[in-house]
Protein backbone atom coordinates (compact mmCIF):
# COMPACT_ATOMS: atom_id res chain seq x y z
CA UNK A 1 0.00 0.00 0.00
CA UNK A 2 2.61 2.57 1.29
CA UNK A 3 4.69 1.88 -2.57
CA UNK A 4 1.83 2.38 -4.44
CA UNK A 5 1.86 5.71 -2.92
CA UNK A 6 5.82 6.02 -2.67
CA UNK A 7 7.13 9.12 -4.68
CA UNK A 8 10.99 9.69 -5.25
CA UNK A 9 12.67 9.53 -1.85
CA UNK A 10 14.62 12.69 -2.52
CA UNK A 11 11.26 14.56 -2.08
CA UNK A 12 11.19 13.36 1.12
CA UNK A 13 15.10 15.21 1.69
CA UNK A 14 13.28 18.03 0.99
CA UNK A 15 10.90 17.85 4.07
CA UNK A 16 12.74 20.21 6.47
CA UNK A 17 13.38 22.94 3.76
CA UNK A 18 9.73 23.10 3.33
CA UNK A 19 8.61 23.07 7.32
CA UNK A 20 10.48 26.26 6.90
CA UNK A 21 8.97 27.90 5.01
CA UNK A 22 5.82 26.93 6.77
CA UNK A 23 6.77 28.18 9.91
CA UNK A 24 7.22 31.50 7.93
CA UNK A 25 3.92 31.49 7.33
CA UNK A 26 3.00 31.50 11.27
CA UNK A 27 0.80 34.65 10.26
CA UNK A 28 -1.93 32.39 8.65
CA UNK A 29 -2.05 30.01 10.77
CA UNK A 30 -2.83 32.33 13.66
CA UNK A 31 -6.85 32.54 12.28
CA UNK A 32 -7.52 29.23 14.28
CA UNK A 33 -9.68 27.31 16.33
CA UNK A 34 -6.71 24.75 18.15
CA UNK A 35 -3.89 22.94 17.15
CA UNK A 36 -4.66 19.03 16.46
CA UNK A 37 -1.65 16.27 16.70
CA UNK A 38 -2.86 12.80 14.53
CA UNK A 39 -0.43 10.25 14.76
CA UNK A 40 -0.47 8.01 11.79
CA UNK A 41 -1.94 10.43 9.11
CA UNK A 42 -0.26 9.28 5.84
CA UNK A 43 -3.46 7.77 4.44
CA UNK A 44 -6.99 6.10 5.44
CA UNK A 45 -8.85 7.80 8.12
CA UNK A 46 -6.10 9.39 9.65
CA UNK A 47 -5.48 11.61 6.54
CA UNK A 48 -9.22 12.48 5.82
CA UNK A 49 -9.06 13.92 9.64
CA UNK A 50 -6.27 15.93 8.59
CA UNK A 51 -8.54 17.61 6.19
CA UNK A 52 -11.68 17.58 8.12
CA UNK A 53 -9.93 19.57 11.09
CA UNK A 54 -8.51 21.79 8.46
CA UNK A 55 -12.14 22.19 7.19
CA UNK A 56 -13.09 23.25 10.80
CA UNK A 57 -10.12 25.83 10.87
CA UNK A 58 -7.40 23.50 13.08
CA UNK A 59 -4.21 23.53 12.26
CA UNK A 60 -2.84 19.76 11.95
CA UNK A 61 0.52 18.44 12.76
CA UNK A 62 0.48 14.71 11.11
CA UNK A 63 2.73 11.78 11.17
CA UNK A 64 3.60 9.51 8.42
CA UNK A 65 6.71 7.10 9.33
CA UNK A 66 9.81 8.62 7.22
CA UNK A 67 11.07 7.96 3.86
CA UNK A 68 7.79 7.83 1.74
CA UNK A 69 5.92 10.46 0.02
CA UNK A 70 2.20 10.05 1.58
CA UNK A 71 -0.98 11.90 0.75
CA UNK A 72 0.00 14.08 3.94
CA UNK A 73 2.83 15.53 1.91
CA UNK A 74 0.26 16.97 -0.85
CA UNK A 75 -1.96 17.92 1.59
CA UNK A 76 0.73 20.12 3.55
CA UNK A 77 1.80 21.19 0.33
CA UNK A 78 -1.88 22.65 -0.49
CA UNK A 79 -2.15 24.38 3.40
CA UNK A 80 1.23 25.70 3.45
CA UNK A 81 1.33 27.12 7.44
CA UNK A 82 -1.82 24.85 8.59
CA UNK A 83 0.01 21.28 8.12
CA UNK A 84 3.16 20.17 9.50
CA UNK A 85 4.26 17.07 8.69
CA UNK A 86 6.23 14.62 11.32
CA UNK A 87 7.53 11.63 11.52
CA UNK A 88 7.28 8.67 13.69
CA UNK A 89 7.15 5.30 13.47
CA UNK A 90 4.68 4.38 16.93
CA UNK A 91 6.80 0.91 17.26
CA UNK A 92 10.28 2.95 17.74
CA UNK A 93 10.61 4.31 21.35
CA UNK A 94 13.34 6.34 20.59
CA UNK A 95 11.66 8.21 17.93
CA UNK A 96 8.59 9.15 20.32
CA UNK A 97 11.35 10.97 22.10
CA UNK A 98 12.61 12.29 19.20
CA UNK A 99 9.27 13.61 18.23
CA UNK A 100 8.21 14.99 21.94
CA UNK A 101 11.85 16.80 21.49
CA UNK A 102 11.50 18.28 18.24
CA UNK A 103 7.35 19.29 19.98
CA UNK A 104 8.76 20.81 23.53
CA UNK A 105 7.30 24.41 23.42
CA UNK A 106 4.08 23.78 21.52
CA UNK A 107 0.58 23.67 23.28
CA UNK A 108 -2.06 21.13 21.51
CA UNK A 109 -5.29 21.08 21.91
CA UNK A 110 -5.85 17.82 20.72
CA UNK A 111 -3.59 14.85 20.40
CA UNK A 112 -5.32 11.87 18.30
CA UNK A 113 -3.80 8.46 18.14
CA UNK A 114 -4.87 7.16 14.62
CA UNK A 115 -2.11 4.64 13.49
CA UNK A 116 -3.56 1.13 13.86
CA UNK A 117 -2.68 -2.40 12.20
CA UNK A 118 -4.14 -5.87 11.96
CA UNK A 119 -3.56 -9.44 10.73
CA UNK A 120 -2.15 -10.61 7.68
CA UNK A 121 -5.15 -12.89 7.47
CA UNK A 122 -7.82 -11.53 9.44
CA UNK A 123 -9.70 -14.06 10.64
CA UNK A 124 -6.69 -16.34 11.95
CA UNK A 125 -7.66 -18.04 15.35
CA UNK A 126 -5.77 -16.56 18.31
CA UNK A 127 -4.44 -20.07 19.01
CA UNK A 128 -3.01 -20.27 15.30
CA UNK A 129 -1.78 -16.57 15.22
CA UNK A 130 2.45 -16.76 14.94
CA UNK A 131 3.77 -15.04 18.34
CA UNK A 132 5.65 -12.66 16.11
CA UNK A 133 2.14 -11.66 14.08
CA UNK A 134 0.14 -11.64 17.35
CA UNK A 135 3.30 -9.53 18.78
CA UNK A 136 3.16 -7.28 15.90
CA UNK A 137 -0.32 -6.59 16.85
CA UNK A 138 -0.84 -6.15 20.08
CA UNK A 139 2.41 -3.47 20.30
CA UNK A 140 1.30 -1.23 16.99
CA UNK A 141 -2.39 -1.52 18.42
CA UNK A 142 -2.10 -1.44 22.23
CA UNK A 143 1.52 -0.73 23.60
CA UNK A 144 2.90 1.78 20.85
CA UNK A 145 -0.52 4.04 21.07
CA UNK A 146 0.03 4.03 24.81
CA UNK A 147 3.77 5.19 25.29
CA UNK A 148 3.07 7.43 22.43
CA UNK A 149 0.15 9.34 24.63
CA UNK A 150 2.51 8.98 27.58
CA UNK A 151 5.18 10.79 26.07
CA UNK A 152 3.67 13.27 24.42
CA UNK A 153 0.79 13.86 27.01
CA UNK A 154 2.40 16.89 28.55
CA UNK A 155 2.12 18.86 25.20
CA UNK A 156 -1.93 18.64 25.66
CA UNK A 157 -2.95 21.39 27.35
CA UNK A 158 -4.75 21.06 30.61
CA UNK A 159 -8.44 20.77 29.60
CA UNK A 160 -7.48 19.57 25.85
CA UNK A 161 -8.44 16.12 24.85
CA UNK A 162 -6.30 12.91 24.54
CA UNK A 163 -7.64 9.90 22.16
CA UNK A 164 -6.66 7.22 20.21
CA UNK A 165 -8.95 5.33 17.45
CA UNK A 166 -10.07 1.97 19.11
CA UNK A 167 -12.90 -0.09 17.17
CA UNK A 168 -16.36 -1.19 17.72
CA UNK A 169 -14.80 -4.79 18.09
CA UNK A 170 -12.64 -4.30 21.25
CA UNK A 171 -15.83 -4.01 22.77
CA UNK A 172 -15.75 -7.46 25.22
CA UNK A 173 -19.60 -6.73 25.78
CA UNK A 174 -20.48 -6.35 22.39
CA UNK A 175 -18.40 -9.69 21.32
CA UNK A 176 -21.04 -12.53 20.68
CA UNK A 177 -19.72 -13.46 16.99
CA UNK A 178 -16.01 -13.70 17.44
CA UNK A 179 -14.11 -13.43 14.37
CA UNK A 180 -10.84 -10.83 13.71
CA UNK A 181 -10.17 -12.41 17.15
CA UNK A 182 -6.33 -10.71 17.37
CA UNK A 183 -7.67 -7.45 16.28
CA UNK A 184 -10.54 -7.55 18.78
CA UNK A 185 -7.75 -8.44 21.58
CA UNK A 186 -5.93 -5.57 20.57
CA UNK A 187 -7.98 -3.01 20.78
CA UNK A 188 -10.15 -4.05 24.26
CA UNK A 189 -6.40 -3.71 25.13
CA UNK A 190 -5.84 -0.48 24.21
CA UNK A 191 -9.34 0.31 26.00
CA UNK A 192 -8.32 -1.03 29.62
CA UNK A 193 -4.94 0.81 28.70
CA UNK A 194 -6.69 4.11 28.55
CA UNK A 195 -9.02 3.25 30.80
CA UNK A 196 -5.92 2.77 33.48
CA UNK A 197 -4.78 6.24 32.26
CA UNK A 198 -8.04 7.95 32.75
CA UNK A 199 -8.18 6.24 36.54
CA UNK A 200 -4.88 7.99 37.00
CA UNK A 201 -6.32 11.66 35.35
CA UNK A 202 -9.53 11.36 37.36
CA UNK A 203 -10.39 14.98 38.79
CA UNK A 204 -8.42 16.76 36.24
CA UNK A 205 -10.14 18.48 33.51
CA UNK A 206 -8.62 16.17 30.65
CA UNK A 207 -10.85 14.83 27.74
CA UNK A 208 -10.23 11.59 26.95
CA UNK A 209 -11.98 9.66 24.20
CA UNK A 210 -11.49 6.44 22.43
CA UNK A 211 -13.47 5.78 18.48
CA UNK A 212 -14.93 2.98 17.49
CA UNK A 213 -15.43 4.60 13.82
CA UNK A 214 -17.85 1.78 12.31
CA UNK A 215 -16.17 -0.53 8.99
CA UNK A 216 -14.85 2.01 6.52
CA UNK A 217 -13.16 1.14 3.13
CA UNK A 218 -9.75 1.43 3.55
CA UNK A 219 -6.80 -0.76 2.81
CA UNK A 220 -7.30 -1.85 6.18
CA UNK A 221 -11.13 -2.18 6.31
CA UNK A 222 -11.07 -3.72 2.80
CA UNK A 223 -13.34 -2.70 -0.08
CA UNK A 224 -16.38 -4.63 1.40
CA UNK A 225 -17.01 -2.26 4.34
CA UNK A 226 -20.63 -0.58 3.84
CA UNK A 227 -19.37 2.64 4.78
CA UNK A 228 -16.61 5.28 2.93
CA UNK A 229 -14.10 7.48 4.48
CA UNK A 230 -15.61 10.54 2.84
CA UNK A 231 -19.36 10.30 4.73
CA UNK A 232 -17.74 8.79 8.15
CA UNK A 233 -14.97 10.97 8.79
CA UNK A 234 -16.57 14.08 8.97
CA UNK A 235 -18.71 12.46 11.81
CA UNK A 236 -15.71 11.16 13.88
CA UNK A 237 -14.15 14.56 14.04
CA UNK A 238 -17.92 16.15 15.05
CA UNK A 239 -17.81 13.18 17.87
CA UNK A 240 -14.33 14.58 18.99
CA UNK A 241 -15.22 18.23 18.91
CA UNK A 242 -18.32 17.95 21.04
CA UNK A 243 -16.36 16.41 23.58
CA UNK A 244 -14.36 19.43 24.40
CA UNK A 245 -14.97 20.48 27.57
CA UNK A 246 -16.45 17.04 28.79
CA UNK A 247 -13.26 15.81 31.37
CA UNK A 248 -13.09 12.01 31.63
CA UNK A 249 -13.04 8.64 29.17
CA UNK A 250 -15.62 7.63 26.47
CA UNK A 251 -15.85 5.05 24.65
CA UNK A 252 -18.17 6.16 21.82
CA UNK A 253 -18.84 5.80 17.94
CA UNK A 254 -19.37 7.68 15.09
CA UNK A 255 -22.70 8.71 16.34
CA UNK A 256 -21.05 9.70 19.42
CA UNK A 257 -22.78 6.85 21.42
CA UNK A 258 -21.70 5.38 24.11
CA UNK A 259 -19.97 1.88 23.24
CA UNK A 260 -20.07 -0.13 25.85
CA UNK A 261 -16.62 -1.58 26.97
N1 LIG B 1 -11.22 0.91 8.45
C1 LIG B 1 -11.99 0.38 9.40
O1 LIG B 1 -13.04 -0.25 9.10
C2 LIG B 1 -11.65 0.57 10.85
C3 LIG B 1 -12.61 0.17 11.80
C4 LIG B 1 -12.32 0.33 13.14
C5 LIG B 1 -11.13 0.89 13.54
N2 LIG B 1 -10.21 1.27 12.59
C6 LIG B 1 -8.96 1.85 13.06
O2 LIG B 1 -8.76 3.10 12.44
C7 LIG B 1 -7.36 3.39 12.37
C8 LIG B 1 -6.98 3.78 10.95
O3 LIG B 1 -7.28 2.68 10.12
P1 LIG B 1 -7.50 2.81 8.53
O4 LIG B 1 -8.72 2.04 8.24
O5 LIG B 1 -7.38 4.22 8.08
O6 LIG B 1 -6.25 1.93 8.04
P2 LIG B 1 -5.12 2.18 6.96
O7 LIG B 1 -5.66 2.85 5.76
O8 LIG B 1 -4.46 0.86 6.83
O9 LIG B 1 -4.13 3.22 7.69
C9 LIG B 1 -3.39 2.82 8.81
C10 LIG B 1 -2.59 4.01 9.27
O10 LIG B 1 -1.83 3.63 10.43
C11 LIG B 1 -0.46 3.93 10.19
N3 LIG B 1 0.42 3.02 10.90
C12 LIG B 1 0.37 1.68 10.95
N4 LIG B 1 1.38 1.21 11.69
C13 LIG B 1 2.11 2.30 12.09
C14 LIG B 1 3.29 2.46 12.87
N5 LIG B 1 3.95 1.42 13.38
N6 LIG B 1 3.72 3.72 13.09
C15 LIG B 1 3.06 4.78 12.59
N7 LIG B 1 1.97 4.68 11.82
C16 LIG B 1 1.49 3.44 11.59
C17 LIG B 1 -0.32 3.78 8.68
O11 LIG B 1 0.89 4.39 8.26
P3 LIG B 1 1.72 3.82 6.96
O12 LIG B 1 1.10 4.49 5.76
O13 LIG B 1 3.10 4.27 7.23
O14 LIG B 1 1.56 2.33 6.93
C18 LIG B 1 -1.57 4.48 8.23
O15 LIG B 1 -1.44 5.88 8.29
C19 LIG B 1 -6.65 2.12 12.87
O16 LIG B 1 -6.31 2.28 14.23
C20 LIG B 1 -7.72 1.05 12.73
O17 LIG B 1 -7.53 -0.04 13.61
C21 LIG B 1 -10.45 1.14 11.26
Not at 27 to 56: K, Y
Request: proline share 4%; with cysteine; aromatic share 4%.
Amino acid sequence: MRLALAKPIEHVHCRSNRLKDISMNAEVSRDTAGTILIIGASRGIGHAMVAEFLNRRWNVIGTVRAGFWTELHDLAEGHKGRVEVETLDINEPDQIGALRDRLSGRVLNMLFVNAGTTTHDEHVHVGDVSTEEFTRVMVTNALSPMRTIEALQDLVSAEGLIGAMSSGQGSITNNEKGMREVYRGSKAALNMFMRSFAAREAGTPRVMVVLAPGWIRTALGGPDAPFSVEESVPKLVDVLLSQQGKPGLQYLDREGHIVPW
